[in-house]
């Protein structure tokens, strides 16, 4: 079983960078895909980046395309997402988690793994 611990969120000033990191716990880490999410209050959650279990394919939503890098360091048993140019829309719980493919966890959504309790990411103007 693994575990995801999501940290790094707080607050910024539009326009600012945040990174985000989770950490993952268990023997079987660099096997999955591995994918952000967010969930701001009163709307569902959505996918936000993913990445393959080698580092070699990423997905990312269109509202983030070319503001987001998601990467891992399999060593580590860490993936990080490296937001820049935050704006107010960004802010939500940010979640982990993983999953067959970034393609396949863009397309529905959803991880293979229980939810942790996420970092929150709030952007101000």
């Known amino acids: 079983q693994v575990h995801l611990v999501e940290s790094g969120g707080g607050l910024v000033q539009a326009g600012g960078s945040l990174r985000l990191s989770c950490v993952g716990s268990?023997?079987?880490?660099?096997?999955?895909?591995m994918g952000w999410f967010r969930q701001a209050p009163g709307t569902e959650r959505e996918f936000v980046a993913g990445?393959?279990?080698?580092?070699?394919?990423?997905e990312y939503s269109d509202s983030v395309q070319g503001r987001f890098v998601i990467s891992r360091d399999n060593a580590k048993n860490t993936v990080y997402l490296q937001m820049n140019d935050l704006k107010p829309e960004d802010t939500a719980v940010y979640y982990c988690q993983g999953g067959l493919t970034p393609a396949t966890m863009r397309k529905v959504s959803v991880g293979v793994l229980d939810w942790g309790e996420g970092t929150l990411v709030t952007v101000v103007s």
């Open positions: 990445i393959s279990w080698s580092g070699d394919a990423t």
């Open positions: 268990g023997r079987t880490f660099s096997s999955y895909a």
